[in-house]
């Protein structure tokens, strides 16, 4: 699936998802029987924990959604501990440098693309049942997704974009806003000046560019911008927006 997830990109296509907080591998089948493209396992800003993120990657598998696990920082550990669980990529957060971004490709790939830490006796390997020359092909396939978030990014771009082996250069809006003295304003003009930058230079490249947004508005913004790898809101601020309308609509009855 991260081939094919990886040739819709190539090809042109706009995919959506959600950010997951929550830990109950029920939300993450319902995100993927709703239609949503992929799914983010939160476990930078979320509960998550490498025992029961497993279960929500089971989840995502069963409805046929693209598990995609942003790890709690930029460590081979932490990239590979998620990828061993049946990830299919990885999304990892606060990178500023090109250095940090070939730590990380190189982290997620076997050689000749890296220098994953190797164990076949893990879920992503089928504990063993997939032969491992299969196994270690396949693999690489893995999606890798870098997050830029800050001024030293936006001053090291140029060098980030020229890094081999990620797929996706993914905008941290609220990070990026608050490294710009402007917290939480993700509309702020100076704010959607620095994403703009970051998008067209990306798009020059053919890298393809992803981002956050919690309004439709931003989502038909950022659609028209050309980025397509779109993450939409979290599982519990849908819930949460869910439940406000409902209650709103029965208490106007």
């Known amino acids: 699936m991260p081939a094919t997830f990886r040739k819709r990109l190539h ?11 929550t830990v109950d591998s029920a939300f993450v089948e319902i995100a993927g029987y709703s239609g949503f493209d992929f799914v983010i396992l939160d476990m930078e ?3 998550a924990s490498f025992d029961n993120c497993q279960n929500l990657i089971r989840g995502a598998q069963v409805a046929g959604t693209v598990p995609i696990v942003r790890t709690s920082d930029s460590s081979d550990i932490s990239i590979s501990r998620a990828l061993d669980l049946g990830a299919y990529g990885v999304q990892i957060p606060q990178i500023q440098t090109a250095d940090e971004a070939r730590s990380c490709v190189k982290a997620a790939k076997y050689f000749p693309m ?30 890798v997704i870098l997050q830029l978030e800050g001024k030293k990014a936006l001053r ?11 797929d996706i250069i993914f905008i941290g ?3 990026l806003s608050q490294s710009l003295g402007y917290p939480g304003q993700v509309s702020h003009p100076e704010v959607i000046k620095e994403m703009e930058l970051i998008v067209n230079n990306a798009r ?4 393809t560019v992803g981002t956050f947004t919690d309004t439709l508005a931003s989502v038909k913004m950022w659609k028209d911008a050309g980025v397509q790898y779109i993450s939409y ?9 869910g439940c406000t309308d409902i ?6 009855l």
């Not at 090809?11 to 907080?21: D, H, L, R, S, Y």
């Not at 390997?125 to 032969?131: D, N, R, T, V």
């Not at 020059?204 to 890298?207: A, F, I, T």
């Open 114 to 143: 890296g220098q994953r830490g190797v164990c076949r006796f893990v879920r992503s390997a089928g504990y063993s049942s997939i032969p491992r020359e299969d196994y270690f092909s396949e693999a690489n396939n893995t999606l």
């Open 45 to 47: 800003h979320g509960p």
């Open 11 to 21: 090809a042109g296509e706009i995919v959506f998802g959600p950010f997951m907080k």
């Open 156 to 166: 090291n771009l140029d060098e980030i974009l020229e890094v081999d082996g990620f």
């Open 247 to 252: 209650v709103k609509k029965m208490k106007n």
């Open 233 to 241: 809101s979290v599982d519990v601020g849908i819930f949460m927006e």
């Open 173 to 175: 809006p609220y990070d």
């Open 204 to 207: 020059k490249r053919d890298v």
